[in-house]
């Protein structure tokens, strides 16, 4: 039996190593949502996530939210219920 990572070290995991952040920062959120949508006791539902990355430049809003989406659906797949992003090139 393969242990997975929880969910916050795994977003985090996977966006460094995908975006080589100059500007990272991950807020785990669950807590605000205790007993709401989504949530289901693990803690790990609710984040938002900012990042400054270069591989953002020439990107619309929409198309840097849908590669960090991209990146991430296992985690969605896993219980991620929420990602608040605020994503920007330097």
Known sequence: MTIQPDIEQSIEAKIKAAFNPLSFRLVNESGKHKGHAGDDGTGQTHFRLEIVSAAFAGKTRVESQRMVYGLLD??????????ALKLSAP
Do not use: D, T, V
């Open 74 to 83: 296992e985690e969605f797949k896993r219980g991620l219920h929420a990602l």
